[in-house]
């Protein structure tokens, strides 16, 4: 429950960039728990580094608060990213490779 309205928070603080920036396939979800530029420009990859900046503060934050590591929480929020991800959106598989959903 705190990691799920946790990652609203993040998600809510940059919706409308992250929402289109997923659409347009530039960013995607990995099971790292934090996003990776699907397309290497520079503001693709400035916004998953301004994402993933708040997603492990965010990340750290639960970790403390339930005594587990935050490799843990940021690996599970990754698992529930992926699987929410819409279609359309690209995720990273266990392979490594891009997908679309």
């Known amino acids: 429950m705190i990691l799920a309205s946790g990652l609203l928070f993040c998600s809510q603080a940059f919706a409308l960039t992250l929402n289109e920036a997923k659409?347009?396939?530039r960013v995607g979800e990995t099971l790292s728990?934090?996003?990776a530029?699907?397309?290497?420009?520079?503001e693709s990859v400035a916004?998953?580094?301004k994402i993933?900046?708040?997603?492990k503060q965010q990340y750290q934050q639960v970790a403390q608060d339930n005594n587990v590591s935050t490799d843990d929480v940021a690996?599970?929020?990754g698992q529930k990213l992926v699987a929410r991800a819409a279609t359309g959106e690209y995720v990273r598989g266990i392979n490594g490779k891009w997908l679309q959903k």
């Open 52 to 55: 993933n900046d708040a997603r």
């Open 47 to 49: 916004l998953a580094a």
């Open 33 to 35: 728990g934090y996003l």
């Open 75 to 77: 690996k599970l929020a």
């Open 37 to 42: 530029p699907v397309k290497q420009d520079a």
């Open 23 to 25: 659409q347009q396939g």
